[in-house]
Structure formats: structure tokens, C-alpha cells
């Protein structure tokens, strides 16, 4: 399963249902992306540490963005930029999941709805 950003925020948030969520699940990745969007969420370099010593010790893959990713990614974006707001990204994201078959989990589902062949896994946040 590869995770989207807002579920290691929330994780960090202290979201008890994402921390379970993530040490429950037994393949876990990200994109580059991802990991490119949660490091500005650190607020020094200690947590910055902290974040990658996580990475590490759950074994997480981080895959990382290759030509087929970019391409497909931009045409996401062609494809859905103006009608459903594609952000790069999610489109990134979107593409990085796409090519490597795996479960998108995000509690963004409105983002990435509209891609014919992405596996979305909605989370909902702890009320």
C-alpha cells in the first residue's frame, strides 16, 4: 500500500487511527513525493530524524519518480487539471501508485476519484 501525505500527517498528529492504520499494514511505500511534502511539516532536524528513523524501522519503500511515472503523471494533469482541480502532486502520486500496482490509501479520495484504474483505500480521520 502506498500512503498519501495526509495520512503520515495524521499519523504525526497523533491520529491514533492512522498510527494503527500504518503498523497494520504489511507492505508499506511512498512516493517521492510524498516524502518531499512531509519534510517541510518538520519543524526542525530533529523531526526530521525522527521522520526518517520511522521510514527505516517500518520499512517503508519509497519509490521514485522515473520517466514513465512523469509522463503519466503529466497527463493526468492534461487530463484533469481544469475539470477536477489535478494538482502535480497527487497527479505524481496518482501515477506512482498506477505503476507500481499498488493501493492508494488517502483520505483525499476526492483528488484522485476521476483515475480510471487507481485503487483508492479512503481513511477517515477519528471523529
Known amino acids: 500500500m502506498i500512503f498519501d501525505t ?3 500527517i495524521y499519523a ?6 492512522a498510527k494503527e492504520l500504518i503498523m497494520n499494514t ?8 510524498t516524502y518531499m511534502e512531509y519534510v517541510p511539516f518538520c519543524r526542525n532536524k530533529h523531526e526530521l530524524f525522527v521522520f526518517e528513523k520511522m521510514l527505516k524501522a517500518l520499512q517503508f519503500t ?7 511515472i512523469s509522463y503519466h503523471a503529466r497527463q493526468l494533469v492534461r487530463q484533469f487539471a481544469l475539470s477536477h ?13 498506477l ?3 499498488e493501493l492508494l490509501c488517502t483520505s483525499n479520495s476526492k483528488h484522485f476519484g476521476q483515475i480510471n ?6 481513511y ?3 471523529a
Open 62 to 68: 519509497i519509490h521514485e519518480i522515473d520517466h514513465a
Open 85 to 97: 482541480s489535478m494538482e502535480m502532486g497527487d497527479a505524481l502520486i496518482a501515477a506512482t501508485a
Open 99 to 101: 505503476a507500481h500496482k
Open 6 to 8: 495526509n495520512i503520515l
Open 26 to 33: 504489511q507492505q508499506r511505500s511512498i512516493s517521492a513525493v
Open 12 to 17: 504525526d498528529r497523533g491520529v491514533l487511527s
Open 117 to 122: 484504474g487507481l485503487i483508492i483505500d479512503q
Open 124 to 126: 477517515l480521520p477519528d
